[in-house]
């Protein structure tokens, strides 16, 4: 590769634009490595350097939206803060069962975060952060947070 004798006006072709083009950042060494540091900053927090740890703490986003007592509109508003876009039904209903641990009824949830609001102890808090971190956690690895 001369310098001066670039081959067009855009200089040279990029090593990894056939056949992948701007995706071989996924890789099945990357892919992994990102649901970790996801998991560690859900579950954990962050280290920004030696000093300085920066806990996790999911609640003060779920109170923010505008509904966090209804499942369904928490979800929806919540995937499409973090990914920019709605999801369809079946990732919906995946991330629901996540939030509800497996039960079935809406009630569960708002139960629960109505204790919560009624009596913010410690006790309720666990309750919602038992559900609300596998279920961000869930929200993180799904493909379309990867393509974000």
Request: no cysteine; glycine share 6%.
């Given at each position: 590769q001369w310098i001066v004798d670039l081959p067009s006006v855009s200089g040279w072709p990029a090593f990894y634009q056939a056949p992948q083009f701007d995706k071989s950042w996924i890789t099945t060494d990357t892919i992994v490595k990102r649901a970790q540091n996801t998991d560690g900053l859900v579950w954990w927090g962050s280290w920004i350097n030696e000093d300085n740890y920066a806990p996790f703490d999911?609640?003060?986003?779920?109170?923010?939206?505008?509904?966090?007592?209804?499942?369904?509109?928490?979800?929806?508003?919540?995937?499409?803060?973090?990914?920019?876009?709605?999801?369809?039904?079946?990732?919906?209903?995946?991330?629901?069962?996540?939030?509800?641990?497996?039960?079935?009824?809406?009630?569960?949830?708002?139960?629960?975060?109505?204790?919560y609001q009624a009596d913010p102890s410690e006790s309720n808090r666990?309750?919602?952060?038992?559900?609300?971190?596998?279920?961000?956690?869930?929200?993180?690895q799904l493909g379309e947070a990867q393509l974000m």
């Open positions: 999911i609640m003060p986003f779920v109170e923010g939206l505008d509904s966090p007592e209804d499942p369904n509109a928490l979800l929806a508003e919540a995937t499409t803060l973090l990914l920019g876009l709605e999801l369809d039904s079946s990732s919906m209903d995946q991330l629901k069962l996540v939030l509800l641990s497996g039960q079935q009824g809406d009630y569960i949830w708002t139960d629960a975060w109505n204790a666990s309750v919602l952060d038992n559900r609300l971190k596998p279920t961000f956690q869930t929200i993180l």
